[in-house]
């Protein structure tokens, strides 16, 4: 499945690149997204606004590298680490100008070539601790 394994490469190079409309052509019309907070976002413009761009506002300087990636069939689970710093609004938070970092497991199943489903697994508590909004106990 090596196919699939340089279409999420193109995709997250595509995400490093701001490059909305390769991601975009990937995307199968009913594509959804699921964030880290179980929310849906259906069909190409929510699930990419949802899924990708709302990322790249609120960190403009987002940097994803990927360090694995695992195939099976339709499937594809991808390990990144991202950084960027919080200079746009991102999840309701305003900009605080402070970088974060961390750890995202993503799980893109496809059909046909097109991204039917995407889901991120990502620790949110640590991500609004670097951010100043939450402190621990």
Excluded at 14 to 40: C, W
Excluded at 76 to 92: A, L, M, N, P
Excluded at 104 to 123: A, S, T
């Amino acid at each position: 499945m090596a196919d699939l394994r340089e279409t999420v490469t193109r995709l997250f190079d595509a995400m490093n690149n701001k490059d909305f409309e390769t991601i975009r052509s990937h995307l199968d019309p009913g594509f959804v997204y699921i964030g880290p907070d179980d929310q849906e976002a259906r069909g190409i413009e929510a699930g990419l606004q949802a899924g990708w761009v709302d990322h790249s506002e609120g960190f403009p300087d987002v940097r994803i590298d990927v360090k694995n990636v695992y195939v099976a069939g339709d499937t594809v689970t991808t390990e990144f680490h991202f950084s960027g710093t919080h200079t746009g609004t991102w999840g309701g938070v305003p900009p605080t100008g402070k970088r974060v970092e961390g750890d995202v497991c993503n799980v893109m199943q496809f059909r046909d070539g097109k991204l039917v489903r995407e889901r991120d697994y990502v620790n949110t508590l640590g991500i609004f601790m670097q951010l100043g909004v939450v402190q621990m106990p």
